[in-house]
């Protein structure tokens, strides 16, 4: 018997970082959010649900958001709700009656992210450069807080074994 292990990614960014890592290339196969049956059906009261994340620099960006909102009270266009203070998990169900959803980005392709998008869910996402920031300071992408593991790159007997695929005139993966 020939038993096989078949490899991939769901994000276009971690077959880069697979590669420059491990000399592997591996195929992308994205998540595009099947298992999402909500679709965008706002209520009448005009809310955006902030979702949640705690990552430091989200931290930040959630206190600065509501010094803004109490500063332009009363003439605030919408409430935000901040998913990190409801106490529970929202069902996909319940984010659709939003106006919209602000996502601040944790990872180059997070689920969250695929899923609300299937569900038609207005998203507000940083724009570019400052979605970056939010992406490569995490721990994973050997942001600020990354532990040394997070930061090492496979032997270079490992590498070596190019993988199926594998292109030596590749582009070098870096991530800042």
Not at 101 to 114: D, F, K, M, T, Y
Request: proline share 8%; aromatic share 10%.
């Amino acid at each position: 018997e020939n038993d096989q292990v078949l490899v991939s990614v769901s994000c276009r960014l971690t077959a880069e970082q697979v590669l420059h890592q491990s000399g592997w290339q591996v195929p992308y196969v994205p998540f595009v959010g099947l298992g999402v049956e909500a679709r965008y059906v706002p209520t009448e009261s005009q809310r955006a649900l902030l979702f949640r994340n705690n990552r430091q620099n989200m931290l930040a960006f959630r206190s600065a958001l509501r010094l803004f909102m109490d500063e332009i009270w009363p003439f605030r266009p919408l409430e935000v709700l901040d998913m990190n203070d409801v106490g529970r998990a929202l069902s996909f169900r319940e984010i659709a009656e939003f106006t919209g959803v602000i996502l601040l980005p944790h990872g180059p392709n997070a689920l969250r992210l695929s899923d609300l998008y299937a569900a038609a869910i207005p998203l507000l996402v940083p724009e570019l450069p400052l979605a970056h920031k939010f992406i490569w300071s995490s721990r994973t992408f050997g942001g600020y807080d990354a532990e040394d593991h997070h930061l090492y790159r496979a032997p270079d007997a490992l590498r070596n074994n190019q993988g199926v695929g594998s292109s030596s005139g590749h582009p070098p993966f870096h991530p800042t």
